[in-house]
Every structure is written in structure tokens, then in C-alpha cells.
T-cell receptor, first 112, second 113 residues
């Protein structure tokens, strides 16, 4: 079954430091992977996706993600965190042709 | 702003009642998806419509139903409401039949008392 796991409930990082939010996946076949961010009282915003091609995917707001097939991981990264990056981050995998299966979410807290 | 709109933003109702949530997809998008977000269940896929036809079903209760109209807006109907139905309900849309990213609306927060 297609699934993703986000092993950390919360990640704390100081502003200006690099951040990593972890995601591992379990899929049969080629994985279609996504990252979304949810700000308080808002819907989910699409950040980036991996379909095929380069293992380093660049997305919105300076975020990028690294696809690692051997480690079945798709970690979200940013070189320099901002306080405004504080939010809930979801990794997701496409299952079948339609639905997204989401991880449990990781709360990112960036301190000034 | 994703371009997906949902109404109402908040809904408070009593157990046993019926409510209708409305979603308008991004201009040109043919697919509409409904998701439920709750603290204990996380984000769960409910159902997808593509150009008016039901395309995929997830963990949707029999008390819930949805439809997509010719103008592509969609409605999610929740009936015989229970306390456990209290959640955030999101609509998302995409231009294709689910191959790529989905764009989410701001959600409707349903509180059942």
C-alpha cells in the first residue's frame, strides 16, 4: 500500500539555520511525492513535487526536497529558515490516479 | 490564494442534522476532491469527482454524499451528524484526473454540538 511516514511531530530550528523535515515513503512502483504546508486556519498550500527526473526538486518559498530512492526518503529542506516558515508540513504520496495519502504532519517552529 | 473557494467557512449544528458544504474549483479544473481533517484521523481522502462523474472513493461514510454539477462546483452533503463528524473539510481541485498536484481551498470548519 502507498504510504508516507513523518517521524517527527515537531522540528525546532533557529532563524537563519538550515531546516530539514523528514519524510519516508512506501510505494509499489514509481513514487509521486508531494509536500504541502498548512498555516493556522488556512488550507494546504502546494510546495513542490517529485514525479521523475532530478533528485533535487525546487519549490516555492525557497524550499527544496531531495528524493533518495535507496533510502526511500523525500526530505524537505531550506538553507536558511525564517520565522514565517513556522507551520504544519505534510508529505503526501499519490495513490492510484486520484487521491493523495498524507503523512501525519510535522510542526515546524522557527525561533527568532 | 489557491483559487479554490469553499463556503461556509464555519458551520455549527446539532447532532442529527444535515448540512451542505460547497466548493468551487479553480477556473478550468475538472477534478474536485474532498478531504476531512481531524485531530485523531489526520487528513483523510473522502471522494473525487472528475467532470461530473465520481472517480474515486475513500473513507467516506454512508451518511455522507457528494456531487459535482455541470458548472463543476461540488457539494458535500453530511447527514445524521454525530459529534465525531466535527472536523475541517477541505476541497481541492486539479486540472487533470489526479496525476499532479492538487490545490486546496481554505476549508469549512464543522462543529457538531
Amino acid at each position: 500500500a502507498q504510504s508516507v511516514a513523518q517521524p517527527e511531530d515537531q522540528v525546532n530550528v533557529a532563524e537563519g539555520n538550515p531546516l530539514t523535515v523528514k519524510c519516508t515513503y512506501s510505494v509499489s512502483g514509481n513514487p509521486y511525492l508531494f509536500w504541502y504546508v498548512q498555516y493556522p486556519n488556512r488550507g494546504l498550500q502546494f510546495l513542490l513535487k517529485y514525479i521523475t527526473g532530478d533528485n533535487l526538486v525546487k519549490g516555492s518559498y525557497g524550499f527544496e526536497a531531495e528524493f533518495n530512492k535507496s533510502q526511500t526518503s523525500f526530505h524537505l529542506k531550506k538553507p536558511s529558515a525564517l520565522v514565517s516558515d513556522s507551520a504544519l508540513y505534510f508529505c503526501a504520496v499519490r495513490k492510484g490516479f486520484q487521491k493523495l495519502v498524507f503523512g501525519t504532519g510535522t510542526r515546524l517552529l522557527v525561533s527568532p | 490564494d489557491s483559487g479554490v473557494t469553499q463556503t461556509p467557512k464555519h458551520l455549527i449544528t446539532a447532532t442529527g442534522q444535515r448540512v451542505t458544504l460547497r466548493c468551487s474549483p479553480r477556473s478550468g479544473d475538472l477534478s474536485v476532491y474532498w478531504y476531512q481533517q481531524s485531530l485523531d484521523q489526520g487528513l483523510q481522502f473522502l471522494i473525487q469527482y472528475y467532470n461530473g462523474e465520481e472517480r474515486a472513493k475513500g473513507n467516506i461514510l454512508e451518511r455522507f454524499s457528494a456531487q459535482q454539477f455541470p458548472d463543476l462546483h461540488s457539494e458535500l452533503n453530511l447527514s445524521s451528524l454525530e459529534l465525531g463528524d466535527s472536523a475541517l473539510y477541505f476541497c481541492a481541485s486539479s486540472g487533470d484526473d489526479g496525476l499532479y498536484e492538487q490545490y486546496f481551498g481554505p476549508g469549512t470548519r464543522l462543529t457538531v454540538t
